[in-house]
Structure formats: C-alpha cells, structure tokens
C-alpha cells in the first residue's frame, strides 16, 4: 500500500510536529506539498521532506487553486485563518486534520462543519487529549463500571507560569482580536476531554475569570520595558532573559525557543529578544486574554464537572479527579490512581508510553492523534476519529457558551 500524501498549510511549530510523523513512517505517510509565507520555514520544510518545486506555494489559496495532489491536507495556520483553508479544501475533496481550536466563533465554525459533511471527507481536530494512552485506559476502566456511574469530575490545567508568559502574554495568543480568546486556545480541549469521559452532552455552563496580573498597574517601579535592560529582571520570575537562555545552556532548542528564533545562538537569542515580542516586560504587553479561569458544567442526567486554568503553577500534566458511586479516580496524565469503595483497594496503572520526541507532547497525544488520522484515511474508514465534525462543533458550543458566561455574567443553557 502506497503512502498517504499529506500536503501542509502553515508550517509553524504545530504543522511541523505534525509532518514529523512521515519521516518516522515514511511507508504510511508522505509529505507532498507545503504552503508557508516564512521563506526559512517554507525551506526547511521542503528541505526535511524532498517536496518537489511545483508543490510549494507561499498561500495556501494558490495551494488550494492546483488540481487535488495529495489525499489530506494538514491545516496549522494561526486561529483565525481556519475558516477559508478548511472550507476551501474540503470543497476540493481533500481529508483535514485541522490544528484546534475549529476556528475563533461560532458562526465559523458552523460553517467548517457544514463543509466538511457536505462533501463526505474524513476530518479530525487536534483534539490530541481524546488520544493518549492515559485517556483510553481511563475510558476503558469508566466504562467498564469499576468505580460505578461517573457523578462529578474535577479537571486542572495547570499551564506554567513560564508557559503563560510565553504564549498568553507576550506570544501568539496574547490577544483575543489576533487569535481567539483564552479558554478557546488554550483550553478547548479540556472540555472537550470532559464531554468525552462523561460520554454525555453538556446541558448547562457558568465561567468566571479574569486577566488579574499581567497588566502595567501590577508593574514593580525598577522594572524597564524589556528584560535585557531591567533593573527589576533578576528578580523577576517571568524574566525572558533567564528563561530563553537557560533553555539554551541546556541545549533545549526545540519549542518554545524555535518559536522565538532560528538562530540557535546566545546573539541570535538575544537580537530576539531585543527587537522582537518574546523580550518585552509582560506587565507592558498588548496582552487582554485572561490568565485564570473557572467553568462549571452540568450534563443530561445531572453530573457535575468543574475545571479550572491557571498560568499560576508549575507547568505540569492536567490533573483530574473523577467520582462515581463506587469509587474514585485520580489521574495526572500518565498514571491512573483507582481507589474501590467496597474492598477498599488502591490500585496504580502506569500508562508511559514511549512515542517518537518530535510527536510526545500532550501525553503522546499528538503521535497518536496523526497515526489515527493517517490509519482513517488509507482504510477511508472515519469511524476511527475519536472526534468527528459534530461532536467537534458540540465541544466548541460548550467552550463559546463558558466565554459568554463569564463576560456577561450569568449561567448558559446549552
């Protein structure tokens, strides 16, 4: 059996991760075509993948324009660019594995969906939660009735102090009008993940939060506006200057530092952070998304689920605590720790699992979800997806109601 051919629209750090996949596999998967305005990720990745000349394109539109080349097209532009890619390809008959979040709002959204079930391809988001080993041994004890019916769960992303600072603050997804809001770029997957454990649909949602620290009133007076001329920075726990090169001295040059600089040197990191975003004080940032959230979710039958984001913490795997009627559940994203009402036993299963380094973030989520995506459609079989077009819009809906919630204050019904 010949390869998928695979063609990449927007080859930034997640398209990247995700092409990796071919060259760990190149008899399942093949890179064919690639669209990138940035000449050195354009290049690299045609270098990386030996794309023919013909099928490399700075807009995915004049990607789209070409007569169908490839069986799926992996959409990793920036948030708000999804919408014309995925309708564009799916009209042209191409399967989509489509970077989350679907798109910023929800008429998008509806609208990506629409496409996709009108012209019957095979479409996946970056849902990677839904795909980890932890989540499908976890599914498979839920299921099996071990601590009996599932009434409440409690969910914590802790993102990292570093990370918030990086992404939320000074980064991509700063500012809701550039990107999307928080808990949607952030943290859409972890209501998606939520749905899926409680395998029932969300009927009713309340959020609260705010963007409390990072903004100028919370600035120290000796603080300057960038980290290399601050008086203020060695004390400062968000100092981009300590953090970017100590990732250096490591010699840790994947993600975040490749999102900041292709040069891989002290003098490239620093010209960076000079003259760049990465280097600003993030009290004087043009950053308005929040960093810290609460949501609460009430489901068909009456369960409960809360889940809370924080940029507050250590950077850390979620955290969740499952209840049912006959025992409970804690789980950090790589070990399940069950505890039975009745005998009274605890029970550890470790879930580690060895996955290439280019694809084993998010628990192994993100080589998973890519080998699911290319299994689905070399068989052309779209059951496999653990997250189809409408749960996907479903997720989504519950996701947009939360934000509603917390701006106008008051609970949603779904």
Same mark, same amino acid.
């Given at each position: ?44 990745? =045609? ?25 799926? =097209? ?89 990370? &918030? ?83 250096? &001295? ?44 609460? =949501? ?20 850390? &795997? ?58 689905? =459609?070399? &068989? ?35």
């Amino acid at each position: 059996m010949k390869p998928v051919e695979l063609i990449i629209a927007g080859a930034g750090d997640r398209g990247f991760v995700y092409a990796s996949y071919a060259k760990t596999h190149p008899k399942r998967a093949k890179v064919v075509g690639v669209a990138e305005p940035r000449d050195f990720y354009r290049e690299k990745m =045609v270098e990386e993948h030996n794309i023919p000349e013909e099928n490399v394109f700075t807009d995915w539109k004049d990607m789209v324009k070409k007569k169908k080349f490839a069986d799926a =097209v992996i959409i990793a532009t920036q948030d708000h660019m999804h919408r014309e890619p995925a309708i564009a390809f799916a009209k042209k008959g191409y399967h989509i594995l489509l970077e989350k979040p679907m798109a910023p709002d929800e008429k998008s959204c509806r609208a990506i969906t629409k496409a996709v079930l009108s012209n019957d391809i095979i479409f996946a988001l970056g849902h990677v939660l839904r795909y980890t080993r932890y989540t499908q041994k976890l599914k498979s004890i839920l299921d099996s009735g071990l601590i009996g019916d599932v009434i409440s769960i409690q969910r914590l992303e802790p993102v990292g102090y570093w990370h &918030q600072a990086h992404s939320f603050v000074r980064g991509n997804w700063r500012n809701e009008k550039e990107s999307s809001f928080m808990l949607l770029s952030k943290s859409c997957h972890d209501l998606d993940w939520i749905r899926y454990i409680m395998s029932k649909k969300c009927t009713t949602v309340s959020s609260f939060g705010s963007l409390s620290h990072f903004h100028v009133e919370n600035k120290p007076e000796t603080a300057g506006s960038n980290c290399l001329e601050c008086d203020y920075e060695p004390e400062c726990p968000y100092s981009a200057k300590r953090f970017y090169l100590k990732l250096l &001295q490591r010699g840790k040059t994947g993600w975040p530092l490749r999102t900041i600089t292709t040069e891989m040197t002290k003098g490239g990191i620093v010209h960076e952070l000079r003259v760049g975003p990465y280097g600003r004080c993030v009290y004087e940032c043009d950053n308005d998304v929040v960093d810290h959230q609460v =949501v609460n979710m009430e489901f068909e039958g009456g369960e409960t689920a809360s889940f809370t984001m924080t940029g507050f913490t250590k950077a850390r &795997q979620r955290e969740t605590r499952i209840f049912g009627t006959k025992g409970e559940i804690y789980g950090n994203g790589t070990k399940i720790q069950i505890h039975e009402f009745l005998s009274g036993k605890t029970e550890i299963i470790d879930t580690s699992d060895e996955v290439p380094a280019s694809l084993a973030d998010h628990g192994g989520g993100d080589y998973a979800l890519i080998d699911t995506f290319v299994s689905a =459609v070399a &068989q052309n079989n779209p059951s496999l997806i653990l997250s189809g077009p409408e749960e996907t819009l479903e997720t989504h809906l519950m996701t947009f109601a939360a934000e509603r919630s917390r701006k106008e204050g008051k609970i949603i019904s779904l």
